[in-house]
């Protein structure tokens, strides 16, 4: 079927990628999940796009036999979470996340039963064994509207982002106790710049993810998750917006409202450090070969899975 091909790591790699991908989707009966930070060839191939609740719940409900999750590992370790009998493929195994790393499982447990009585809230960005010491799993599309479910006299532990913990806080005015884990990616934006892009653009709506810090925080005019983010730019009437989380959402923003203007918020060196490193390690061309290999797997042992089911599915119930 494909004429020519080019070599990658000793092995063939169709010269139209795109096809390949699609037939092998067929062949498979695969789908492909796609977060909104991939680059944009792997978000055009997808068949969904979302942010991380979204992505759960298409992982939730599908019928292929095998999910292709192109983010990073935790996410497609929730799919198999909710899937254990089908085949997750993450195109590089390698594709962690800071944030979930600053929740080591044993120092967590330490910290959990330092605070005896209270419940754990754990974002979805952390690993199966934090996901099993959990009550429940939030993320930052829902994780304002869970808290407010929980009755006033339950003592909470949020983990592990101490950003969108402390957002949480002053949304809700209920106390948290914060286990203090951040996010490279969004801890890096600087404020002063993003004050001096107001200055230049004085009508831009400056849009954010709760993941930054405080100080940053402070200057938008909107706080969402990405589908939020996204949403929000769709309809509001602003025609600029500064846009303060991984790039990686902009493309999708193109396509939706092509006649916006969309500002990247620059990081704090003259780096690319607002690019997560991590959901960047996906390529096209690793995608394929996961596709074609079947390879790599997520696998997971089962007593964690049974157990980092339970907050995931109490998220789904309590988010409908
Ligand atoms: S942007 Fe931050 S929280 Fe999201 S995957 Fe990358 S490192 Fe993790």
Request: aromatic share 6%; glycine share 2%; proline share 6%.
């Amino acid at each position: 079927m494909f004429t020519s091909a080019i070599a990658h790591k000793n092995q063939l790699i169709p010269q139209d990628l795109f096809a390949a991908i699609e037939s092998l989707k067929k062949d498979l009966n695969a789908i492909i999940l796609a977060h909104y930070y991939q680059e944009s060839d792997i978000q055009d191939i997808a068949d969904y796009i979302g942010d991380s609740l979204e992505l759960s719940r298409k992982a939730a409900n599908t019928n292929a036999d095998v999910i292709v999750f192109a983010g990073v590992h935790f996410m497609a370790e929730t799919a198999k979470i909710l899937n254990p009998h089908k085949l997750v493929l993450l195109p590089d195994l390698e594709a962690g996340c800071s944030l979930a790393d600053t929740c080591p499982p044993k120092e967590f447990a330490a910290f959990k039963a330092a605070h005896p009585g209270h419940i754990v809230i754990s974002y979805i960005n952390c690993s199966a064994e934090i996901k099993a010491m959990s009550d429940i799993i939030c993320t930052s599309s829902n994780a304002v509207k869970l808290v407010q479910q929980i009755p006033e006299s339950q003592p909470i532990i949020f983990a592990p982002d101490r950003n969108l913990g402390r957002y949480v806080m002053q949304e809700t005015g209920r106390d948290l106790v914060l286990w203090q884990g951040a996010c490279i990616v969004h801890e890096n934006f600087s404020e002063k710049k993003i004050v001096q892009l107001k200055i230049q653009h004085p009508q831009a709506q400056v849009i954010a993810h709760p993941e930054c810090e405080e100080p940053v925080l402070r200057h938008a005019d909107f706080i969402g998750s990405t589908s939020a983010l996204l949403n929000f730019v769709q309809q509001n009437s602003a025609q600029e917006f500064i846009v303060v989380t991984e790039p990686g959402i902009i493309h999708q923003m193109h396509k939706k409202a092509p006649d916006k203007e969309l500002i990247p918020a620059p990081p704090i060196s003259n780096c690319a450090c607002n690019e997560c490193p991590f959901m960047k390690l996906n390529t096209l061309e690793k995608l394929y070969l996961a596709m074609k290999n079947k390879s790599p797997e997520i696998t997971l042992s089962e007593d964690i899975r049974v157990r980092a089911l339970k907050p995931i599915q109490r998220m789904l119930e309590m988010s409908k």
